[in-house]
């Protein structure tokens, strides 16, 4: 993990789950790991379910979400061998997302999630996305991103 | 709606989606519209994606996703003759949340969700919701969700 994330490399600054100048947004780091994207991240108190010591749903699949499309740029970046962010600009928007919560996601626990590309055809982006807590599997996504031109 | 919302006549104050206490949550308020349940949203300027004129896929999954398990509690006390949060008290929690983003949801336009009841069998409901802005459909969701005890 010596080069910088995904996000520092790129100019997507609002997001709210990737944006890293969004002061109110999750502002997620991906790295790559291999092939699969890597991303460390800690819950705030605020980002509770129902029960407070649980992480919210959305916020789950606002973390998947982001984290994977972000792996589809730097993965369509480095599949033509230029680094994140050059020109053409490389975007993706989600198509669907689909998150199974398999155990409650502890909220004072850092979350670990890893991402991979399953499938590519046309403009078309399939990664698969685990999220874990102390090693135990807490939730699964897949999510469909298309690629689209960015100014 | 002249009936306080789902989450004003409920207990869940913290909950980053719908609860009522969660100042740097998204708050969102349900009501009955029938056997339906319908929210009315406005997203602000830190909920946006990548590009800053539109809502985040993740926030759009959030509001989904408790939007539907609000519609599921709210059903199961109707369903049982008894108001919301009277004792023995009913939570759902998500299983599986499965959302298609159809066009870009903008984010100066109030939003609403409409969920409706879709199966229920055992302790799960699935619930089917739409998000639109202008009357243009912009986002579906299907949520899985199990009924759970709640102290």
């Known amino acids: 993990m010596l080069e910088e994330s995904f996000q520092d490399q790129g100019s997507v600054k609002h997001c709210h789950g990737c ?11 991906s790295y790559w790991d291999g092939d699969e994207g890597l991303c460390t991240w800690q819950p705030q108190p605020h980002h509770c379910g129902g029960s ?4 919210n749903g959305g916020i789950i699949a606002t973390l998947i979400d982001c984290h994977s499309l972000n792996l589809a740029i730097a993965h369509a970046y480095r599949a033509e061998g230029r680094p994140i962010d050059s020109s ?3 975007s993706y928007v989600t198509a669907n997302l ?8 502890p909220i004072d626990k850092s979350l670990q999630l890893r991402a991979k590309i399953v499938k590519l055809e046309g ?4 990664v698969r996305c685990t999220l ?20």
Chains 1, 2 share one sequence.
């Open 52 to 55: 407070g010591d649980i992480v």
């Open 98 to 105: 689909n998150v199974s919560y398999l155990r409650p996601t």
């Open 19 to 29: 944006g890293t100048d969004n002061e109110k947004g999750l502002r997620i780091k």
């Open 132 to 151: 874990s807590a102390d090693g135990q599997l807490c939730a699964t996504g897949e999510v469909v991103g298309v690629r689209v031109a960015r100014k």
């Open 88 to 90: 053409p600009k490389i």
């Open 123 to 126: 403009r078309k982006a399939s």
